[in-house]
């Protein structure tokens, strides 16, 4: 049975850090492609980061978090990460992780195992 656990949420003050892990169990990670959304409240989910299947390793990233966030993948403690730099208040949100065999995409729709999710919130 595939199981994703995040893990790494909390508060941080603007222009901080902070890295979370999406902890894979029952399918090696990198046979999926794995992505990490987002959801504030009042808003709808949507698409942070993700990393396509073993070979590629194929990065996206949603234009809000360009050049400040970075998804990458352990496959010997079968884990995927994504730092968080330069934080700003609006990304604040519950973040998920989640797996596709299909390509990597911005669309839940495409994902069928998710997290729990992680609360993160961004203010001074």
């Known amino acids: 049975q595939l199981q994703l656990v995040e893990s790494g949420g909390g508060l941080v003050q603007p222009g901080g850090s902070l890295r979370l892990s999406c902890a894979a169990s029952g399918f090696q990670v990198d046979s999926y492609a794995i992505g990490w959304f987002r959801q504030a409240p009042g808003k709808e989910r949507e698409g942070v980061s993700c990393?396509?299947?073993?070979?590629?390793?194929?990065?996206n990233y949603a234009d809000p978090v360009k050049r400040r966030f970075n998804i990458s993948r352990d496959n010997a403690k079968n884990t995927v990460y994504m730092q968080m730099n330069s934080m700003k208040p609006e990304d604040t949100a519950v973040y998920y992780c989640?797996?596709?065999?299909?390509?990597?995409?911005?669309?839940?729709?495409?994902?069928?195992?998710w997290g729990q999710g992680t609360q993160v919130t961004v203010s001074s």
């Open positions: 990393i396509s299947r073993r070979g590629g390793g194929r990065t």
């Open positions: 989640a797996a596709t065999l299909l390509l990597c995409s911005d669309s839940r729709a495409a994902f069928g195992s």
